[in-house]
Nanobody
Framework: QVQVVESGGGLMQTGGSLRLSCAVSGDIFSVNTMAWFRQAPGKRRELVALIDYNRTTNYSDSAKGRFSIWRVDAGRSMYLQLNSLKPEDTAVYYC???????????????WGQGTLVAVSS
């Protein structure tokens, strides 16, 4: 099995910063694309940022210039630095990981349970 666990959420004031972490563990051959999504109350889940195996990154328009994504340890860890936070960034942030499992040798997509980021005005 593969486990994905997020951490680092919390309550911040407008303009503050947070760093979210995503830890991947288990029966893994390799980690492919990794991404952060978020879901605000009453809204659809949306992509925030992603990073592929070659460390090419892509950001949503709302994240560009404020958030940074990176990965280390052959993809076993991923981070999202949130700067200049705004109340509209309030959401549950989810880690989404594409993994090639060892046994059986196949591609799977695994989501974490989410971590809450709340930004007060």
């Amino acid at each position: 099995q593969v486990q994905v666990v997020e951490s680092g959420g919390g309550l911040m004031q407008t303009g503050g910063s947070l760093r979210l972490s995503c830890a991947v563990s288990g029966d893994i051959f390799s980690v492919n694309t990794m991404a952060w999504f978020r879901q605000a109350p009453g809204k659809r889940r949306e992509l925030v940022a992603l990073i592929d195996y070659n460390r090419t990154t892509n950001y949503s328009d709302s994240a560009k210039g404020r958030f940074s994504i990176w990965r280390v340890d052959a993809g076993r860890s991923m981070y999202l630095q949130l700067n200049s936070l705004k109340p509209e960034d309030t959401a549950v942030y989810y880690c989404d990981v594409g993994v090639v499992r060892l046994r059986p040798h196949k591609d799977v997509e695994v989501w974490g349970q989410g971590t809450l980021v709340a930004v007060s005005s």
